[in-house]
Nanobody, 126 residues
Framework: QVRFVESGGGSVQAGGSLRLSCAAS????????MAWFRQGPGKEREGVAS????????FYADSVKGRFTISRDNAKNTVDLAMNSLKPEDTAMYYC???????????????????WGQGTQVTVSS
């Protein structure tokens, strides 16, 4: 059974940092795209960052480039999202997700993903 569990969310002030982690179990596709999405209050779910396995190629939303970094640990089967210089508009529920195949242009489309975690809340106060 595939299971993704997110952790690391919390409340911080603007300018602060958080590191999210997604632990995957029961998931063993050789080539896959793993991503972090977020959904703020009254907003649509949006792709934040993705990383392709193998190769490690990364993709970012323009709104987080230079502030967020996605990384993976293949031995631990985890994907992390380091978030710096956080802004109030980063407040959202953050989800990790995955699909089998190359990230490419599909990575921003939430309906391309077969597997999702339950989410972890990030709140940034001004």
């Amino acid at each position: 059974q595939v299971r993704f569990v997110e952790s690391g969310g919390g409340s911080v002030q603007a300018g602060g940092s958080l590191r999210l982690s997604c632990a995957a179990s029961g998931y063993s596709y050789r080539t896959h795209c793993m991503a972090w999405f977020r959904q703020g209050p009254g907003k649509e779910r949006e792709g934040v960052a993705s990383i392709y396995t193998p190769g490690g190629l990364t993709f970012y939303a323009d709104s987080v480039k230079g502030r967020f970094t996605i990384s993976r640990d293949n031995a631990k089967n985890t994907v992390d999202l380091a978030m710096n210089s956080l802004k109030p508009e980063d407040t959202a529920m953050y989800y990790c997700a995955a699909f089998s195949g190359y990230c490419g242009r599909r990575w921003t489309y939430w309906d391309a993903y077969n597997y999702w975690g339950q989410g972890t809340q990030v709140t940034v106060s001004s």
